[in-house]
């Protein structure tokens, strides 16, 4: 099987596999803080600097409010925190794309069968509220801050991380409900976003400078792996790409695109 | 490329839903001479558009806001575990994920392409004649297709050179090559295209479980391993184990589609009309109610209803649609899990799916986002017709597959942690980028019966955009399946130690457990229309013309009476092409019931 593969002879990978596994060591310790990623990127892949523009911390939210910016993100920052193995949520810009994502068909529940009636049922069938991604984050952050004054006394973006990670926990464990939202439901909703936010293409606001994929080792958008099939567990051995050309996700034709 | 041209006044043949089943169908009988119109729910789907680098490669807008499947705005179905419960809809797809638009299913699936095991076909018969009646617990309907692996052996075979298949053959024409699944029954002749390569996790399971003492053997793929023209003209490019099969649009022309296999020779015979965005609302019958007069559809452009009327109606729609559109049309009878009468919702199934995972030592990278849709390393020593079920007390089995298909980081991510770890946090994290890294995903892939109590019907309560009622899902986990899938997964810890795990995550249903809609395990569902060789208990004859109306064939998984532990689009195929070769020998000579009961 693997010698009829069409791989061409080992030797020529063998040493660009090594390199490739120091660099990768080396990327991964020198990624927490947000410069030393996009300085990284420059280096690795010849890339453009990041504009000033694109910097997620410059950002304007188009559909939260302040207040509710703010809890968001520090609680995606919770979910995936800046540590040594990379940098946190915010850093990558997810609390902008979760912003974006809000004024999108996803984000308005076009994506879901909404209609009525709406009846609760066990865990096992699913999503059963009639609300969607916006009305979720909407209905909720407002009444944690004020479950947070009335518990900490303080918003929850003033609490500590370790009381953050309380609330959080208290919203996983489904022991808080806000506005008819579970909270275990927001949590979820959170949680997916937060993630997506972090590891989808740069293009929609989040992974600045591919920090998230660079951390995964995932190569973004280079989609030939012809010559790394099998090189016997060597780490592959290219940095990340984006999509090149870069769409923009939120221009009318894509949207409609994505309702056909 | 002209898709929306207006249909012949009267084809001769109206097809509806453009997936593997109806692009099959439409080209055989447009080669048999026939006018044929062949109606989408969707839109167009073309390589050139939907299929562009990089667009078609982003996991946001792909397999994670789910840009080919089923909108389910539109419509959806309902689901409950037992007949005495409310089932509430599927309002966010996740357990499973049926297209829509040209290509159907078949534009975003894996490309994963079995045969079947002869006694597949024959699983009642094999069953008593092994085991003994007794042996086949209370309220399963096992049930033989009435086809015989020989008949069907042709058509396997035809499938497998449309869609370029890469594999390779244990047993060819009686002649053992040394290589491939031992197990295998026997083929006229080897695959177009040799096996694809194994990616490095594949080729650990590969090692492994030879030294365990099972027989690995590489996936069949309908993923090019070299440059490929089908029988038809249609050209496939080598796939560069990009990773972006299921869920996606191949960029390459190397995943068999019918996009990409079928439908650029039909588009250019003058005999066939595609026409999209055409919602089939019913099949219309004469006042006999035995004879099917055409159909009529919403024009989702137009927003307005037509009727197209034709001499024979090809019904290869999605499974789900199949049925649906059997019961929103009033034929045959709806299946009465208390009496047991009716036919149609009758024996619907799915796939017992539970994937374990396997740690690495750090050293070795898995590159989990390297693979191809269907290819990989599996054995069948669990599955084979041969295994003695009878001390471990099941009815069914499952290959083992290490079947990396390219894994995303958004999926990644999402999957990682749970079941006692923590999901979010640094030690989350940690642990979910070491688990990209160096871990591998080994699934047992397995058979699910059919039984009384689970079944489809028409929902009471909620409908779809078109103000039909949608369709009704009862189904749970039984006992037999729950079995099967624990005596399965306890081989998988064999394989694990002779990998070098540095750690295991076993993965099985436990007794009880509830079917869970919330989380993706496969789409592979079947049954519902099913054939067999008695109208009590199938609503189709062996040549998936129904029983009740002779003008009417449905092809589709829904005709499987139980669901196998291989992948069905090998079945799908080979049974389209085995219904149309006798409707082209048989039926448009003579037409009426093929087979009278």
Same mark, same amino acid.
């Given at each position: 099987m693997t010698s009829s593969s069409p791989l061409p002879p080992r030797g020529v990978f063998a040493p660009l596999s090594r390199r490739g596994f120091m660099g990768g060591a080396a990327s991964l310790s020198s990624v927490p803080l947000l410069s030393h990623a996009a300085r990284a990127d420059e280096k690795s892949t010849g890339q453009q600097p990041s504009t000033p523009d694109d910097n997620p911390a410059h950002y304007k939210p188009i559909f939260f409010n302040p207040e509710e910016y703010l809890f968001l993100c520090h609680a995606c920052e919770r979910i995936l925190p800046q540590d040594e193995n990379g940098p946190g949520a915010q850093a990558l810009g997810v609390p902008r794309f979760i912003d974006r994502q809000m004024t999108t068909p996803y984000g308005h529940g076009d994506l879901w069968y909404m209609k009525a009636p709406f009846v609760n049922g066990p865990p096992e069938l699913g999503y059963q509220l009639p609300y969607s991604p916006q009305d979720l984050y909407r209905g909720a952050i407002t009444p944690i801050n004020t479950y947070c004054l009335m518990t900490y006394h303080a918003i929850f973006a003033a609490l500590s991380p370790e009381w953050q990670d309380d609330v959080l926990h208290t919203l996983e464990d489904n022991k808080l409900s806000f506005n008819e939202i579970p909270g275990a439901t927001f949590f979820e909703q959170l949680r997916t976003n937060t993630l997506e936010g972090a590891f989808s293409d740069p293009a929609y606001g989040g992974n600045y400078a591919m920090g998230g994929w660079k951390m995964m080792g995932f190569p973004g958008a280079r989609a030939d792996f012809m010559d790394w099939i099998n090189q016997e567990g060597a780490p592959y051995p290219l940095g990340p790409v984006g999509m090149p050309p870069k769409p923009d996700p939120y221009s009318p034709s894509f949207q409609n695109d994505e309702e056909g | 490329m002209p898709d929306q041209t207006f249909p012949p006044a009267k084809p001769d043949v109206v097809v509806i839903g453009a997936g593997w089943a109806g692009s099959i169908m439409a080209k055989e009988l447009t080669e048999a001479g026939l006018n044929v119109t062949m109606l989408e729910r969707g839109h167009d789907h073309s390589t050139a558009v939907e299929g562009t680098y990089p667009g078609s490669i982003d996991e946001l807008r792909g397999a994670v806001r789910k840009r080919l499947f089923q909108k389910l705005a539109h419509t959806s179905l309902t689901i409950r575990n037992k007949p005495n419960e409310t089932a509430l809809p599927y309002r966010q797809l996740a357990a499973f994920l049926p297209g829509e638009g040209v290509g159907g299913a078949g534009l975003h699936w894996s490309g994963c392409h079995f045969r079947v095991t002869e006694d597949d076909l024959r699983l009642r018969s094999a069953t008593i004649e092994r085991y003994g009646q007794k042996f086949i617990p209370k309220d399963m309907h096992l049930q033989d297709y009435g086809i015989s692996y020989k008949e069907l052996e042709p058509f396997f075979d035809k499938a497998e050179k449309v869609f370029g298949t890469s594999g390779e053959a244990s047993s060819v024409q009686g002649r053992k090559t040394g290589q491939g699944n031992i197990f295998a029954p026997d083929r006229s002749d080897h695959f177009p295209l040799p096996a694809m390569a194994d990616t490095f996790s594949a080729s650990v399971f590969r090692k492994?479980?030879?030294?365990?003492?099972?027989?690995?053997?590489?996936?069949?793929?309908?993923?090019?391993?070299?440059?490929?023209?089908?029988?038809?003209?249609?050209?496939?490019?080598?796939?560069?184990?990009?990773?972006?099969?299921? %869920?996606?649009?191949?960029?390459?022309? #190397?995943?068999?589609?019918?996009?990409?296999?079928?439908?650029?020779?039909?588009?250019? =015979?003058?005999?066939?009309?595609? !026409?999209?965005?055409?919602?089939?609302?019913? !099949?219309?019958?004469?006042?006999?109610?035995?004879?099917?007069?055409? $159909?009529?559809?919403? =024009?989702?452009?137009?927003? #307005?209803?037509?009727?197209?009327?034709? =001499?024979?109606? !090809?019904?290869?729609?999605?499974?789900? /649609? /199949?049925?649906?559109?059997?019961?929103?049309? *009033?034929?045959?009878?709806?299946?009465?899990?208390?009496?047991?009468? *009716?036919? !149609?919702?009758?024996?619907?199934?799915?796939?017992?799916?539970?994937?374990?995972?396997?740690?690495?030592?750090?050293?070795?990278?898995?590159?989990?986002?390297?693979?191809?849709?269907?290819?990989? $390393? &599996?054995?069948?020593?669990?599955?084979? #017709? *041969?295994?003695?079920? %009878?001390?471990?007390?099941?009815? %069914?089995?499952?290959?083992?597959?290490? /079947?990396?298909?390219?894994?995303?980081?958004?999926?990644?991510?999402?999957?990682?942690?749970?079941? *006692?770890?923590?999901?979010?946090? #640094?030690?989350?994290?940690?642990?979910?980028?070491?688990?990209?890294?160096?871990?591998? &995903?080994?699934? &047992?892939?397995?058979?699910?019966?059919a039984y009384r109590d689970v079944y489809l019907d028409l929902d009471p309560t909620w409908r779809n955009a078109y103000g039909q009622p949608m369709l009704r899902m009862t189904f749970t986990w039984k006992d037999n399946d729950i079995r099967m899938n624990q005596f399965v997964v306890n081989h998988i810890g064999d394989i694990a130690q002779a990998m070098g795990a540095t750690k295991t995550s076993l993965n099985s249903l436990h007794p009880g457990q509830p079917f869970d809609s919330r989380v993706y395990q496969t789409t592979h569902l079947n049954g519902g229309v099913i054939l067999g060789n008695n109208p009590k208990t199938s609503a189709l004859n062996r040549y998936l013309q129904s029983w009740d109306v002779s003008n009417l064939f449905v092809i589709g998984s829904s005709a499987f009476p139980q669901g196998m532990g291989y992948n069905p689009t090998g079945l799908v195929a080979a049974l389209a092409y085995w219904s149309a070769y006798h409707i082209r020998q048989t039926y448009l000579r003579n037409p009426g019931p093929m087979v009278h009961a």
């Amino acid at each position: 099987m693997t010698s009829s593969s069409p791989l061409p002879p080992r030797g020529v990978f063998a040493p660009l596999s090594r390199r490739g596994f120091m660099g990768g060591a080396a990327s991964l310790s020198s990624v927490p803080l947000l410069s030393h990623a996009a300085r990284a990127d420059e280096k690795s892949t010849g890339q453009q600097p990041s504009t000033p523009d694109d910097n997620p911390a410059h950002y304007k939210p188009i559909f939260f409010n302040p207040e509710e910016y703010l809890f968001l993100c520090h609680a995606c920052e919770r979910i995936l925190p800046q540590d040594e193995n990379g940098p946190g949520a915010q850093a990558l810009g997810v609390p902008r794309f979760i912003d974006r994502q809000m004024t999108t068909p996803y984000g308005h529940g076009d994506l879901w069968y909404m209609k009525a009636p709406f009846v609760n049922g066990p865990p096992e069938l699913g999503y059963q509220l009639p609300y969607s991604p916006q009305d979720l984050y909407r209905g909720a952050i407002t009444p944690i801050n004020t479950y947070c004054l009335m518990t900490y006394h303080a918003i929850f973006a003033a609490l500590s991380p370790e009381w953050q990670d309380d609330v959080l926990h208290t919203l996983e464990d489904n022991k808080l409900s806000f506005n008819e939202i579970p909270g275990a439901t927001f949590f979820e909703q959170l949680r997916t976003n937060t993630l997506e936010g972090a590891f989808s293409d740069p293009a929609y606001g989040g992974n600045y400078a591919m920090g998230g994929w660079k951390m995964m080792g995932f190569p973004g958008a280079r989609a030939d792996f012809m010559d790394w099939i099998n090189q016997e567990g060597a780490p592959y051995p290219l940095g990340p790409v984006g999509m090149p050309p870069k769409p923009d996700p939120y221009s009318p034709s894509f949207q409609n695109d994505e309702e056909g | 490329m002209p898709d929306q041209t207006f249909p012949p006044a009267k084809p001769d043949v109206v097809v509806i839903g453009a997936g593997w089943a109806g692009s099959i169908m439409a080209k055989e009988l447009t080669e048999a001479g026939l006018n044929v119109t062949m109606l989408e729910r969707g839109h167009d789907h073309s390589t050139a558009v939907e299929g562009t680098y990089p667009g078609s490669i982003d996991e946001l807008r792909g397999a994670v806001r789910k840009r080919l499947f089923q909108k389910l705005a539109h419509t959806s179905l309902t689901i409950r575990n037992k007949p005495n419960e409310t089932a509430l809809p599927y309002r966010q797809l996740a357990a499973f994920l049926p297209g829509e638009g040209v290509g159907g299913a078949g534009l975003h699936w894996s490309g994963c392409h079995f045969r079947v095991t002869e006694d597949d076909l024959r699983l009642r018969s094999a069953t008593i004649e092994r085991y003994g009646q007794k042996f086949i617990p209370k309220d399963m309907h096992l049930q033989d297709y009435g086809i015989s692996y020989k008949e069907l052996e042709p058509f396997f075979d035809k499938a497998e050179k449309v869609f370029g298949t890469s594999g390779e053959a244990s047993s060819v024409q009686g002649r053992k090559t040394g290589q491939g699944n031992i197990f295998a029954p026997d083929r006229s002749d080897h695959f177009p295209l040799p096996a694809m390569a194994d990616t490095f996790s594949a080729s650990v399971f590969r090692k492994a479980a030879s030294e365990a003492g099972f027989h690995p053997y590489s996936m069949p793929a309908a993923n090019a391993s070299q440059p490929y023209t089908n029988p038809y003209g249609c050209q496939m490019g080598p796939c560069n184990f990009c990773g972006y099969c299921s %869920g996606y649009a191949c960029y390459l022309y #190397s995943k068999a589609s019918p996009n990409v296999n079928i439908l650029p020779a039909l588009r250019q =015979d003058k005999r066939f009309t595609l !026409i999209t965005q055409a919602q089939v609302l019913e !099949i219309m019958l004469d006042d006999t109610r035995k004879r099917a007069t055409g $159909v009529r559809y919403i =024009d989702l452009k137009t927003e #307005s209803e037509q009727v197209i009327e034709a =001499d024979l109606v !090809i019904l290869s729609a999605f499974q789900l /649609n /199949n049925v649906h559109l059997m019961l929103t049309s *009033g034929i045959g009878k709806p299946y009465d899990p208390v009496s047991q009468t *009716g036919t !149609i919702g009758r024996n619907f199934t799915y796939q017992t799916i539970t994937s374990s995972r396997v740690w690495l030592p750090e050293n070795r990278f898995t590159n989990q986002f390297v693979g191809a849709g269907g290819g990989g $390393v &599996a054995i069948d020593d669990f599955n084979h #017709s *041969g295994l003695d079920r %009878g001390k471990a007390g099941f009815i %069914g089995g499952s290959p083992i597959w290490v /079947n990396q298909a390219g894994l995303k980081p958004i999926t990644a991510a999402q999957n990682s942690g749970g079941k *006692g770890a923590p999901r979010w946090g #640094s030690a989350y994290k940690a642990a979910m980028i070491d688990q990209y890294k160096h871990s591998l &995903a080994i699934d &047992a892939h397995g058979s699910n019966m059919a039984y009384r109590d689970v079944y489809l019907d028409l929902d009471p309560t909620w409908r779809n955009a078109y103000g039909q009622p949608m369709l009704r899902m009862t189904f749970t986990w039984k006992d037999n399946d729950i079995r099967m899938n624990q005596f399965v997964v306890n081989h998988i810890g064999d394989i694990a130690q002779a990998m070098g795990a540095t750690k295991t995550s076993l993965n099985s249903l436990h007794p009880g457990q509830p079917f869970d809609s919330r989380v993706y395990q496969t789409t592979h569902l079947n049954g519902g229309v099913i054939l067999g060789n008695n109208p009590k208990t199938s609503a189709l004859n062996r040549y998936l013309q129904s029983w009740d109306v002779s003008n009417l064939f449905v092809i589709g998984s829904s005709a499987f009476p139980q669901g196998m532990g291989y992948n069905p689009t090998g079945l799908v195929a080979a049974l389209a092409y085995w219904s149309a070769y006798h409707i082209r020998q048989t039926y448009l000579r003579n037409p009426g019931p093929m087979v009278h009961a």
